[in-house]
T-cell receptor
Framework: DVKVTQSSRYLVKRTGEKVFLECVQD?????MFWYRQDPGLGLRLIYFSYDVKMKEKGDIPEGYSVSREKKERFSLILESASTNQTSMYLCASTPLVWSSYNEQFFGPGTRLTVL | KQEVTQIPAALSVPEGENLVLNCSFTDSAIYNLQWFRQDPGKGLTSLLLIQSSQREQTSGRLNASLDKSSGRSTLYIAASQPGDSATYLC???????????FGTGTRLQVTL
Protein backbone atom coordinates (compact mmCIF):
# COMPACT_ATOMS: atom_id res chain seq x y z
CA ASP A 1 0.00 0.00 0.00
CA VAL A 2 1.17 3.49 -0.81
CA LYS A 3 1.79 5.51 2.29
CA VAL A 4 1.81 9.30 2.33
CA THR A 5 2.46 10.77 5.74
CA GLN A 6 2.32 14.34 6.99
CA SER A 7 4.32 15.54 9.95
CA SER A 8 1.43 16.92 12.02
CA ARG A 9 -2.33 16.40 12.12
CA TYR A 10 -2.96 19.67 13.95
CA LEU A 11 -0.78 22.77 14.18
CA VAL A 12 -1.34 26.14 15.84
CA LYS A 13 0.97 29.03 14.95
CA ARG A 14 1.08 32.77 15.45
CA THR A 15 0.90 35.44 12.77
CA GLY A 16 4.35 36.15 11.32
CA GLU A 17 5.87 32.80 12.26
CA LYS A 18 7.69 30.69 9.68
CA VAL A 19 5.87 27.38 9.31
CA PHE A 20 7.10 24.12 7.82
CA LEU A 21 4.72 21.36 6.75
CA GLU A 22 6.42 18.08 5.86
CA CYS A 23 5.20 15.30 3.61
CA VAL A 24 6.86 11.94 3.02
CA GLN A 25 5.87 9.17 0.59
CA ASP A 26 7.35 5.69 0.65
CA UNK A 27 6.67 4.46 -2.90
CA UNK A 28 9.36 6.22 -4.94
CA UNK A 29 6.77 8.44 -6.63
CA UNK A 30 7.98 11.10 -9.05
CA UNK A 31 5.29 13.73 -8.49
CA MET A 32 4.28 15.36 -5.26
CA PHE A 33 1.62 18.00 -4.63
CA TRP A 34 0.46 20.41 -1.95
CA TYR A 35 -3.21 21.46 -1.79
CA ARG A 36 -5.23 23.50 0.64
CA GLN A 37 -8.89 22.76 1.32
CA ASP A 38 -11.37 25.39 2.47
CA PRO A 39 -15.16 25.16 2.92
CA GLY A 40 -16.98 26.19 -0.23
CA LEU A 41 -13.75 26.46 -2.24
CA GLY A 42 -12.75 22.82 -2.41
CA LEU A 43 -9.17 21.70 -2.92
CA ARG A 44 -6.82 24.14 -4.61
CA LEU A 45 -3.30 23.35 -5.81
CA ILE A 46 -0.54 25.40 -4.19
CA TYR A 47 2.63 23.86 -5.65
CA PHE A 48 3.76 20.62 -7.21
CA SER A 49 7.08 18.96 -7.93
CA TYR A 50 7.85 16.44 -10.67
CA ASP A 51 11.44 15.70 -9.65
CA VAL A 52 13.97 16.44 -6.95
CA LYS A 53 14.70 20.16 -6.80
CA MET A 54 12.04 20.82 -9.48
CA LYS A 55 8.88 22.72 -8.63
CA GLU A 56 6.04 24.49 -10.34
CA LYS A 57 3.44 26.91 -9.08
CA GLY A 58 -0.12 25.79 -8.84
CA ASP A 59 -3.21 27.98 -8.74
CA ILE A 60 -2.56 29.76 -5.42
CA PRO A 61 1.21 29.93 -4.71
CA GLU A 62 1.25 33.39 -3.13
CA GLY A 63 2.59 33.34 0.42
CA TYR A 64 4.02 29.84 0.07
CA SER A 65 7.25 28.21 -1.04
CA VAL A 66 8.32 24.57 -1.31
CA SER A 67 11.41 22.43 -1.05
CA ARG A 68 12.16 19.00 -2.45
CA GLU A 69 15.72 17.99 -1.59
CA LYS A 70 14.99 14.26 -1.61
CA LYS A 71 12.59 12.32 -3.79
CA GLU A 72 10.46 11.07 -0.91
CA ARG A 73 10.05 14.37 0.91
CA PHE A 74 8.17 17.52 -0.11
CA SER A 75 7.97 20.47 2.26
CA LEU A 76 5.57 23.40 2.20
CA ILE A 77 6.84 26.60 3.77
CA LEU A 78 4.81 29.55 4.95
CA GLU A 79 7.43 32.30 5.13
CA SER A 80 5.33 34.56 7.37
CA ALA A 81 2.08 32.95 8.42
CA SER A 82 -1.11 34.98 8.20
CA THR A 83 -4.62 34.30 9.47
CA ASN A 84 -5.93 33.75 5.92
CA GLN A 85 -3.62 30.74 5.70
CA THR A 86 -5.67 28.93 8.33
CA SER A 87 -6.78 25.85 6.42
CA MET A 88 -6.52 22.09 5.93
CA TYR A 89 -3.34 21.26 4.00
CA LEU A 90 -3.18 18.03 2.01
CA CYS A 91 -0.17 16.42 0.39
CA ALA A 92 -0.43 13.93 -2.47
CA SER A 93 1.85 11.91 -4.73
CA THR A 94 1.62 10.08 -8.06
CA PRO A 95 3.95 7.47 -9.56
CA LEU A 96 4.89 8.97 -12.93
CA VAL A 97 5.69 12.34 -14.38
CA TRP A 98 2.96 11.98 -16.96
CA SER A 99 0.48 9.18 -17.47
CA SER A 100 -3.25 8.82 -17.87
CA TYR A 101 -2.96 6.18 -15.19
CA ASN A 102 -1.58 8.63 -12.64
CA GLU A 103 -3.65 7.89 -9.56
CA GLN A 104 -3.11 10.44 -6.78
CA PHE A 105 -2.59 9.19 -3.23
CA PHE A 106 -3.23 11.57 -0.35
CA GLY A 107 -1.89 11.99 3.12
CA PRO A 108 -4.14 12.45 6.20
CA GLY A 109 -3.92 16.26 6.12
CA THR A 110 -2.64 18.92 8.50
CA ARG A 111 -5.15 21.33 9.99
CA LEU A 112 -3.25 24.59 10.48
CA THR A 113 -4.63 27.41 12.60
CA VAL A 114 -2.87 30.79 12.50
CA LEU A 115 -3.76 33.07 15.41
CA LYS B 1 -9.61 27.25 -17.19
CA GLN B 2 -11.04 23.90 -16.17
CA GLU B 3 -14.06 24.05 -13.87
CA VAL B 4 -15.57 21.03 -12.14
CA THR B 5 -19.10 21.01 -10.74
CA GLN B 6 -20.74 18.38 -8.56
CA ILE B 7 -24.46 18.08 -8.11
CA PRO B 8 -26.10 17.70 -5.67
CA ALA B 9 -24.04 19.34 -2.93
CA ALA B 10 -25.69 17.13 -0.33
CA LEU B 11 -27.78 13.99 -0.46
CA SER B 12 -29.55 11.89 2.16
CA VAL B 13 -30.83 8.40 1.29
CA PRO B 14 -32.14 5.43 3.27
CA GLU B 15 -29.95 2.36 3.58
CA GLY B 16 -30.18 -0.04 0.66
CA GLU B 17 -30.99 2.55 -1.97
CA ASN B 18 -28.99 2.81 -5.19
CA LEU B 19 -27.76 6.31 -5.93
CA VAL B 20 -25.95 8.39 -8.51
CA LEU B 21 -23.56 11.26 -7.93
CA ASN B 22 -22.87 13.65 -10.80
CA CYS B 23 -19.76 15.47 -11.92
CA SER B 24 -19.38 17.82 -14.89
CA PHE B 25 -16.33 19.57 -16.29
CA THR B 26 -15.91 22.36 -18.81
CA ASP B 27 -12.81 21.31 -20.78
CA SER B 28 -12.96 17.85 -22.36
CA ALA B 29 -9.16 17.70 -22.91
CA ILE B 30 -8.53 15.57 -19.84
CA TYR B 31 -6.13 12.69 -19.19
CA ASN B 32 -8.17 11.01 -16.51
CA LEU B 33 -10.88 11.47 -13.92
CA GLN B 34 -10.65 10.31 -10.35
CA TRP B 35 -13.32 9.82 -7.68
CA PHE B 36 -12.35 10.19 -4.02
CA ARG B 37 -14.01 9.71 -0.69
CA GLN B 38 -13.30 11.99 2.29
CA ASP B 39 -14.42 11.35 5.85
CA PRO B 40 -14.77 14.39 8.15
CA GLY B 41 -11.39 15.85 9.12
CA LYS B 42 -9.48 13.23 7.16
CA GLY B 43 -7.51 12.97 3.93
CA LEU B 44 -8.81 11.69 0.61
CA THR B 45 -9.14 8.02 -0.29
CA SER B 46 -9.01 7.16 -3.97
CA LEU B 47 -12.03 5.11 -5.11
CA LEU B 48 -11.77 4.85 -8.87
CA LEU B 49 -9.66 6.27 -11.69
CA ILE B 50 -10.93 6.36 -15.27
CA GLN B 51 -8.42 7.00 -18.01
CA SER B 52 -9.54 9.31 -20.82
CA SER B 53 -9.78 6.37 -23.23
CA GLN B 54 -12.10 4.42 -20.92
CA ARG B 55 -15.87 4.63 -20.51
CA GLU B 56 -16.23 3.15 -17.04
CA GLN B 57 -14.55 1.50 -14.08
CA THR B 58 -16.00 -0.75 -11.40
CA SER B 59 -14.90 -1.58 -7.88
CA GLY B 60 -17.25 -3.61 -5.73
CA ARG B 61 -20.51 -1.69 -5.31
CA LEU B 62 -19.09 1.35 -7.09
CA ASN B 63 -19.28 2.07 -10.80
CA ALA B 64 -17.95 5.23 -12.40
CA SER B 65 -18.66 6.28 -15.96
CA LEU B 66 -17.04 8.89 -18.15
CA ASP B 67 -18.44 10.73 -21.18
CA LYS B 68 -15.59 13.00 -22.21
CA SER B 69 -17.36 14.60 -25.14
CA SER B 70 -20.22 15.86 -22.98
CA GLY B 71 -17.97 16.65 -20.01
CA ARG B 72 -19.74 14.35 -17.55
CA SER B 73 -19.01 11.57 -15.12
CA THR B 74 -21.28 9.68 -12.74
CA LEU B 75 -20.53 7.60 -9.67
CA TYR B 76 -23.09 4.89 -9.05
CA ILE B 77 -23.28 3.36 -5.58
CA ALA B 78 -25.33 0.19 -5.31
CA ALA B 79 -27.14 -0.93 -2.16
CA SER B 80 -25.93 1.98 -0.05
CA GLN B 81 -24.83 1.41 3.57
CA PRO B 82 -24.40 3.78 6.54
CA GLY B 83 -20.64 3.29 6.18
CA ASP B 84 -20.86 4.97 2.77
CA SER B 85 -21.65 8.28 4.49
CA ALA B 86 -18.87 10.69 3.51
CA THR B 87 -18.08 13.47 1.07
CA TYR B 88 -17.40 12.29 -2.47
CA LEU B 89 -15.07 14.35 -4.63
CA CYS B 90 -14.56 14.25 -8.36
CA UNK B 91 -11.29 15.48 -9.89
CA UNK B 92 -10.10 15.74 -13.49
CA UNK B 93 -6.47 15.37 -14.50
CA UNK B 94 -5.06 17.76 -17.09
CA UNK B 95 -1.73 19.14 -18.23
CA UNK B 96 1.72 18.11 -17.15
CA UNK B 97 2.21 15.96 -14.08
CA UNK B 98 -1.49 15.07 -14.09
CA UNK B 99 -2.54 18.05 -12.04
CA UNK B 100 -6.03 17.60 -10.65
CA UNK B 101 -8.87 20.11 -10.64
CA PHE B 102 -11.43 19.26 -7.98
CA GLY B 103 -15.14 19.73 -7.63
CA THR B 104 -16.48 20.90 -4.27
CA GLY B 105 -17.97 17.52 -3.49
CA THR B 106 -21.26 15.83 -2.65
CA ARG B 107 -21.90 15.16 1.02
CA LEU B 108 -23.71 11.84 1.30
CA GLN B 109 -25.61 10.60 4.33
CA VAL B 110 -27.03 7.09 4.36
CA THR B 111 -29.60 6.65 7.10
CA LEU B 112 -30.75 3.48 8.85
Amino acid sequence: DVKVTQSSRYLVKRTGEKVFLECVQDMDHENMFWYRQDPGLGLRLIYFSYDVKMKEKGDIPEGYSVSREKKERFSLILESASTNQTSMYLCASTPLVWSSYNEQFFGPGTRLTVL
Amino acid sequence: KQEVTQIPAALSVPEGENLVLNCSFTDSAIYNLQWFRQDPGKGLTSLLLIQSSQREQTSGRLNASLDKSSGRSTLYIAASQPGDSATYLCAVGTGTASKLTFGTGTRLQVTL
